[in-house]
């Protein structure tokens, strides 16, 4: 039986429904000083440096992000495209989850089979983030969670684990050694202003490069 590729990629923006994580001083380590004015500098400069790294840490976690996209490309199994989209959702990612498990389902009753999913540290962050959402949200997806994220599974594909040896590395830098067109535009840092300046078809284009990005490595990989 041929096999069908699913390449998809995730954004992320920080939950607008929960609270922002708080800095706590407690847990910043003073060492030898002593000097209340020292302490009083360093604990400032690490607040500063807390909250302005609180959009991507929030966006990062499956447990303080939403998911605002899943971009998406299926192709048989020479990589040529059948289908592709983005599916966005704006503020709610539980009807977003809700559509990709209708999209998922859609592929299983015309194939018998789910597709297999591919994509750049997916497995390191897609997933386990999809999975958490579900959970979260109640629109639970990818029954076989442990078997997907299993680096040895071959019912997804993290390109990032097959050209770095299981190893970490940026899709940017796998493009550039390959001569393959790599995202333009936005970048990672930009999503969540973007997302607030309501640049939808800029997000959206932006995602659906990271999937194309992945097809055309795995056309030369795989």
Same mark, same amino acid.
């Given at each position: 039986m041929n096999t069908n590729y699913l390449f998809f990629d995730i954004e992320t923006i920080p939950n607008q429904s929960i609270e922002k994580p708080i800095f706590d001083k407690t847990t910043v380590k003073l060492g030898n000083v002593k000097d209340p004015i020292k302490i009083a500098d360093k604990l400032e400069k690490e607040e500063t440096a807390f909250n302005n790294g609180l959009t991507k840490t929030m966006s990062l976690s499956g447990e303080l992000c939403q998911v605002l996209s899943i971009g998406y490309i299926l192709t048989n199994d020479i990589f040529e495209e059948?289908?592709? *989209?983005? =599916?966005? /959702?704006?503020?709610?990612?539980?009807?977003?989850?809700?559509?990709? &498990?209708?999209?998922?389902?859609?592929?299983?009753?015309?194939?018998?089979?789910?597709?297999?999913?591919?994509?750049?540290?997916?497995?390191?962050?897609?997933?386990?983030?999809?999975?958490?959402? *579900?959970? =979260?949200? /109640?629109?639970?997806?990818?029954?076989?969670?442990?078997?997907?994220? &299993?680096?040895?599974?071959?019912?997804?594909?993290?390109l990032m684990h097959v050209w770095n040896n299981f190893g970490m590395g940026k899709l940017t830098k796998c493009c550039n050694a390959l001569g393959i067109d790599a995202k333009t535009g936005l970048d990672g840092s930009m999503i969540y202003d973007a997302w607030k300046d309501k640049r939808i078809d800029d997000i959206k284009e932006y995602n659906l490069q990271d999937c194309q990005a992945c097809v055309d490595i795995a056309k030369r990989i795989l």
């Amino acid at each position: 039986m041929n096999t069908n590729y699913l390449f998809f990629d995730i954004e992320t923006i920080p939950n607008q429904s929960i609270e922002k994580p708080i800095f706590d001083k407690t847990t910043v380590k003073l060492g030898n000083v002593k000097d209340p004015i020292k302490i009083a500098d360093k604990l400032e400069k690490e607040e500063t440096a807390f909250n302005n790294g609180l959009t991507k840490t929030m966006s990062l976690s499956g447990e303080l992000c939403q998911v605002l996209s899943i971009g998406y490309i299926l192709t048989n199994d020479i990589f040529e495209e059948i289908e592709s *989209g983005v =599916i966005y /959702g704006h503020e709610d990612d539980a009807e977003l989850l809700k559509r990709f &498990n209708r999209t998922l389902n859609t592929y299983l009753q015309q194939y018998n089979t789910y597709p297999t999913l591919v994509g750049w540290n997916t497995k390191g962050f897609d997933i386990p983030v999809l999975w958490k959402r *579900g959970i =979260i949200t /109640g629109e639970r997806v990818f029954s076989k969670y442990m078997d997907l994220c &299993n680096k040895y599974s071959y019912s997804s594909i993290d390109l990032m684990h097959v050209w770095n040896n299981f190893g970490m590395g940026k899709l940017t830098k796998c493009c550039n050694a390959l001569g393959i067109d790599a995202k333009t535009g936005l970048d990672g840092s930009m999503i969540y202003d973007a997302w607030k300046d309501k640049r939808i078809d800029d997000i959206k284009e932006y995602n659906l490069q990271d999937c194309q990005a992945c097809v055309d490595i795995a056309k030369r990989i795989l």
